[in-house]
């Protein structure tokens, strides 16, 4: 698997919930210790969140991702 975001567990929670929605298999690391202490976590803190996504669907999360940042998705309720 390939990193593709490390961030706060809120931010990776948004992140995943997105690329599931386009069928991309992900895997939070870290995802235990980002909700036991969220005190410590920052993006590239001391215990940061950690997305990945397999290699074969990196270009298509990426692409989503690039998208999402440009204001292209809302993740509002």
Known sequence: ?????????IEVISIKNLLENSNIQVFIANE???????WSISSGGVAPAI???QENEYEKATKIMDNYNKGEYSLDI
């Not at 698997?1 to 567990?9: A, P, V």
């Open 1 to 9: 698997m390939i990193e593709i975001l490390r961030g706060s567990y």
């Open 32 to 38: 235990s210790m980002s909700t036991i202490q969220p």
């Open 51 to 53: 997305l990945k996504v």
